[in-house]
């Protein structure tokens, strides 16, 4: 079955450092991916797209690659601050206006 | 900016009974979506909407479960005889066409 995984372990850096979290995905070949962040009780915010033939993308201090060999996606937040502390939930989609299919999310704590 | 709204933000019911859900989409957004996400685990897809009808809907999306965009603004999701295993967050999600799409705050249902 399709699968959309993630790291299960959350991820302790300490502020200023760069984060890396990784999504992978398995039976699949999306046509596009989605990184989402989410606060406890809240809705998943989008922060970048990236399609299947673009390898890399940025927005400010956010930069996700998506690697089609290795069916893998990282998202690295650069500079890291105590706010940026959160879920980020991977996402990925067969074709335009299909149905997102999610990882379990990975945990971000950034420490000051 | 515009997002997506969506009340109430907390439901609390009681076995049986029937729930409506409601969401107002982006105003210039044509495909709409419902998801959900029990306490701790992945955002799951419910059902996606396009053109006044159906496009996908997954396993969880039974006869117990509807939707339904009552005028321009609207969508709405409505479960006819709740079980306490609906007991989650249910989020409404929308995007223009090829976009990514935009979630909504959320309503947390509570199902005693």
């Known amino acids: 079955s399709q699968k959309i995984e993630q790291n299960s372990e959350a991820l302790n850096i300490q502020e200023g450092k760069t984060a890396t979290l990784t999504c992978n995905y398995t039976?699949?070949?999306?046509?596009?991916l989605q990184w989402y962040r989410q606060d406890p009780g809240r809705g998943p915010v989008f922060l970048l797209l990236?399609?299947?033939?673009?390898k890399e993308k940025r927005k400010e201090r956010l930069k996700v690659t998506f690697d089609t060999t290795l069916k893998q996606s990282l998202f690295h937040i650069t500079a890291s601050q105590p706010a940026d502390s959160a879920t980020y939930l991977c996402a990925a989609t067969l074709e335009y206006g299909n149905k997102l299919v999610f990882g379990a999310g990975t945990i971000l704590r950034v420490k000051s | 900016e515009p997002e997506v709204t969506q009340t109430p933000s907390h439901q609390v019911t009681q076995m049986g009974q029937e729930v409506i859900l409601r969401c107002v989409p982006i105003?210039?957004?044509?495909?709409f979506y419902w998801y959900r996400q029990i306490l701790g685990q992945k955002v799951e897809f419910l059902v996606s909407f396009y053109n006044n009808e159906i496009s996908e809907k997954s396993e969880i999306f039974d006869d117990q479960f509807s939707v339904e965009r009552p005028d321009g603004s609207n969508f709405t999701l409505k479960i006819r005889s709740t079980k306490l295993e609906d007991s989650a967050m249910y989020f409404c999600?929308?995007?223009?066409?090829?976009?990514?799409?935009?979630f909504g705050p959320g309503t947390r249902l509570t199902v005693l």
């Open positions: 039976n699949y070949s999306p046509a596009y």
């Open positions: 990236i399609r299947e033939n673009e």
């Open positions: 105003s210039n957004h044509l495909y």
């Open positions: 999600a929308s995007k223009r066409t090829t976009d990514t799409q935009y």
